[in-house]
């Protein structure tokens, strides 16, 4: 940034170094040769500007333009701005140490600040702004006493900002702004440091309070220091010694306290920033200066009601108090703000605006901007029927109810008038036809017919209101209206055909009504259309004849939820730039719309609850959809299988090649389905190209996690692949795994059969994962135990086996999830073996019946064979040889006397009674 004072200071120099002609010395001119055969620029020659055109040999160096030399001929001034120069500084520079200004502002030069650049001991002016220099700044800077301008702004400089800079007695203007690596602190200033009087480090990384002594520079007249990581309170800073200060910017900072009201005394202060922080208590003026002319005070903990020594600010032309805590402001106090133009009192705790007598209102000031959204006002102020300068009038998200006034819409120079989210009833006849270009309207109770007294408004929404009926001849009055927005009304009846009249229409919504009939053939030939939602409402008959102009801008096209039939419009391979297409929830029978392919721009596709049949596959079509983010399939007759080479060109569902994870906007994929966030707080899907200074939300409903959500908001980086509900077979491609951006897969109710992908585990952000009520076999992989966002898992009723996968995410998730797979078990299914219950015996470490191919364990065969065999003849000799068997008779006998000696006795009787009996 450069301030006039800089300027001021370079012209002054300038003119007082003393230009003599031909008197430049013969080493100083062939130094200036050397060093313009040294620069390096962006374009072959420098034909753009004059001066270094002007630098050869046959003039007399100190003539050349950019040059400024002295009485004896040396060169001490070097103006090379805006001459295209790239690269580093060359050395050739070190030829002129008596240089006491150089200015190299607004080229391509790269690389560190040089460190010759310490033998320009005698410089007074600096200027290396808007390049690409980088490197930290050097602390010889402050060895220069006679420096009264640094301008070091828009470069890439970092590190920590020497503080010894600040205090040189000589420096007047000092401006690093842009440099958001450069940091440091401001130091304490000395009683007699008057030299200072513009301090700039707007969007820099300097950090800590303020010292009190900033109070010391009493020559200040400039002070940015916005966008920094300031904090603390300024309460204490002896801000009446700044008698010169006319600019103050403290805004996107971190300071707290109280406001000091010795700022608002200042005399020659003309706009005072203090936006962005954290201030709190109340507002006190005391001798209020009268050339204040912007006063931003918005988004702060200010509080209490504004003092009516507001109005002493005689020359203040923009009061902005947004987003306090402010409940009461005197609009009935002293009329002397006449040059007053621009009032945001937004997001308040505003009751109500004006209690004076009607006499006095003729006496308000003329106000051009007045915004007061999200208030608590009941009533529209009366005051504001007497301001015939009033341009742009936000009054949405108040408390009004009732009529809107038929005056409110008189004035010729009202531009934009926002009355949304409030209780308004009905609009006050008579209604003349007004020249306002902006009227919103939405979230409000209106009822009636559409109001058709606006044919200037290029900006009209009527939605979420209680309108019943649309004028047949509607079309003739949207002459001017780029964007016509109906939905979330009660109208009934036909689409009237003199909407095809307005030419200039670029988005028109009339989606959640109750509208029936068939879709005016001419509404989607209209050339510039580019968004056009019908949807969820009562619409019928053939979509097959739908006519899509050549040149179609159509980008947006939702016709889901309604009851239309037939065969997907050939014509819609003319949208080239169609990104949303949405025909869900109708009676379409078809194929797979295959001419969709050639349309590389499209990201949202849902063609669920339908009746579409046969494979996906398009065999003839090389045209891929790298910007896809949501396709919904589900509930069709889809049949075959998905081959893997399908998902390789969805690229917006991969990570970058570096291997990082896909970025979008500038936001990096993070977790977004939050479990405790509801789905209509995840941000605007924004176009660029519908932009027209409009947003447009789109709504789609998708199942995520096992229930329907309508998504009326969808952040950019949502991913959902959704082909539930069909009759898809064969195995699930193992390429999926590459998809480490999606958040919602759902394959369920299909009959794809094989083992669950082990590379599904790479999709490190899904969220939502649903293979139930497939035929899929084999284990769980457990590298699905690695998706830390993974809320919702299903895989019930396949025929999977084994011990389900330790894991964190398992732990969580209902026993519901994994039941119908018989050979399954192990939490959250079945009581873990440590509870008393032992596992399903396993062969090899595998459950019986598992699907895989049994090996044999011979070990274990070796073993049995040979006790079976050892057994076997042992007991087949004791049986069959007589005298083994004896012999082991006599044996066993043997040894058991010699155990127990006292069985002789009883076996001695028995075996002599045996004896007597068989004589």
């Known amino acids: 940034m450069k301030t006039l004072l800089h300027y001021l200071f370079l012209l002054c120099f300038i003119i007082l170094l003393p230009a003599v002609h031909s008197q430049c010395i013969k080493d100083q001119q062939q130094s200036l040769l050397h060093l313009k055969k040294s620069l390096q620029f962006d374009r072959p020659s420098c034909s753009c500007r004059t001066p270094l055109i002007s630098w050869n040999s046959s003039i007399d160096c100190c003539s050349w333009g950019g040059v400024t030399c002295t009485s004896n001929g040396h060169v001490v001034g070097l103006d090379l701005s805006s001459e295209t120069i790239s690269g580093p500084i060359p050395g050739s520079f070190a030829n002129f140490s008596n240089l006491r200004v150089l200015d190299l502002s607004s080229n391509n030069i790269s690389g560190p600040i040089p460190g010759f650049f310490a033998n320009f001991s005698n410089l007074r002016v600096l200027d290396l702004s808007s390049n690409n220099i980088s490197g930290m700044v050097p602390g010889f800077f402050a060895k220069f006493s006679k420096l009264t301008s640094l301008s070091l702004s828009g470069c890439r400089l970092n590190g920590t900002f020497p503080k010894e800079i600040f205090q040189v007695p000589t420096l007047q203007t000092i401006d690093l702004s842009g440099n958001f690596k450069l940091g440091g602190s401001l130091p304490e200033f000395p009683k007699n440091n008057g030299s200072l009087r513009s301090l700039i480090l707007f969007g820099t990384n300097f950090s800590g309070s303020l010292p009190d002594s900033i109070g010391n520079l009493k020559m200040l007249s400039t002070i940015d220091l916005s966008y920094c990581n300031f904090y603390g309170p300024i309460d204490s800073i002896h801000w009446e010694n700044l008698i010169n200060l006319e600019y103050l910017k403290l805004d996107k900072n971190l300071f707290e306290g109280s406001i000091p009201p010795s700022l608002f005394s200042l005399p020659l202060l003309s706009q005072l920033n203090l936006s962005h922080n954290q201030f709190s208590g109340e507002l006190v003026f005391s001798n209020v200066s009268s050339n204040l002319v912007t006063l931003d005070l918005s988004f702060n903990n200010l509080e209490g009601q504004i003092s009516v020594s507001i109005f002493y600010f005689r020359g203040l032309q923009s009061l902005r108090l947004s987003s306090n805590n402010f409940n009461a402001f ?89 009355l949304s989210c409030n209780s308004l009833v009905t609009l006050e006849p008579p209604l003349y036809n007004s020249t306002v270009k902006t009227v919103d309207l939405h979230s409000n109770q209106l009822q009636g017919q559409i109001p058709i007294f606006l044919p200037f408004a290029k900006y009209l929404d009527y939605s979420r209101n209680n309108f019943r009926s649309i004028p047949s001849n509607i ?32 988005i028109l919504d009339m989606s959640n009504n109750s509208l029936f009939g068939m879709i005016p053939q001419c509404l989607t030939a209209i050339r510039d259309i580019s968004v056009l939602n019908l949807a969820r409402n009562n619409l019928t008959g053939t979509i097959s004849n739908v006519e899509v102009s050549k040149d179609s801008s159509l980008e947006i096209l939702e016709i889901g939820r309604n009851r239309l039939g037939g065969q997907v419009p050939k014509s819609l391979a003319n949208c080239t730039k169609l990104k949303v297409l949405n025909m869900g929830n109708n009676n379409i029978t078809d194929r797979f719309p295959c001419l969709l392919k050639s349309i590389s721009t499209l990201r949202v596709l849902v063609l669920r609850s339908n009746n579409f049949y046969g494979g996906i596959e398009c065999l003839n079509t090389n045209v891929t959809w790298p910007g896809l983010q949501i396709i919904d399939l589900a509930h069709n007759n889809f049949r075959g299988g998905i081959q893997g080479i399908l998902w390789r060109t969805w690229q917006k569902m991969m990570v970058t090649e570096d291997g990082s994870q896909l970025t979008i906007n500038g936001h990096q994929l993070r977790n977004i389905m939050d479990k405790s966030l ?28 096992g229930s329907e959500m309508n998504l009326v908001k969808i952040l950019s980086i949502f991913t959902l692949i959704d082909f539930s509900c069909n009759n898809f077979s064969g195995p699930m491609p193992k390429e999926m795994g590459e998809f480490k951006s999606l958040h919602s897969l759902n394959l369920s109710r299909n009959a794809f059969t094989g083992e669950i992908p082990s590379s599904f585990g790479n999709m490190g952000a899904l969220e939502c994962l649903d293979l139930s009520q497939n035929k899929l076999t084999g284990h769980i992989p457990p590298q699905l135990g690695k998706l830390s966002f993974l809320s919702f898992l299903n895989l019930s009723n396949n025929q999977l086996v084994g011990k389900i996968p330790t894991s964190t995410q398992f732990s969580t998730f209902p026993k519901d999830f994994f039941t119908g797979n018989k050979g399954l078990w192990g939490p959250p299914l079945t009581v873990d073996n440590n509870a008393g219950l032992s596992p399903p015996p396993t062969v090899n470490g595998r459950p019986p019946n598992s699907g895989h191919h049994h090996e044999v364990n011979w070990d274990l065969i070796s073993v049995e064979i040979g006790f079976t065999f050892g057994f076997g003849v042992a007991i087949g000799s004791l049986v069959l040889c007589k005298r083994w068997s004896k012999w082991y008779y006599r044996a066993m006998y043997n040894i058991l006397l010699k155990i127990f000696p006292q069985l002789e006795e009883r076996i001695g009787v028995h075996r002599r009674h045996v004896h007597i009996n068989q004589r």
């Open 678 to 705: 509801s789905a209509t707080n995840r941000g605007s899907y924004r176009f660029e190209e519908v932009s027209l200074g409009f947003e447009y939300d789109i709504s789609i409903t998708v199942t995520n996690k």
């Open 475 to 506: 079309g003739d009055f949207l002459t001017n209206t780029l964007f016509f927005s109906l939905s979330s009304n009660n109208l009934h009846g036909l689409i009237p055909a003199s909407i095809c009249n307005a030419p200039n229409i670029q």
């Open 330 to 418: 005197p609009f009935n106090g002293p009329q002397q703000l006449k040059y007053l133009t621009n009032i945001d009192l937004s997001n308040n705790s505003l009751l109500s605006l004006y209690n004076g007598t009607d006499s006095s209102y003729s006496s308000f000031p003329q106000i051009v901007s007045l915004n007061l959204a999200a208030n608590k006002l009941r009533t529209i102020p009366y005051f504001l029927r007497n301001q015939s300068t009033l341009s742009s009038l936000n009054l949405s998200e108040n408390h009004i109810q009732g009529k809107i006034p038929h005056w409110i819409w008189s004035s010729n120079q009202l531009d934009s008038l926002n």
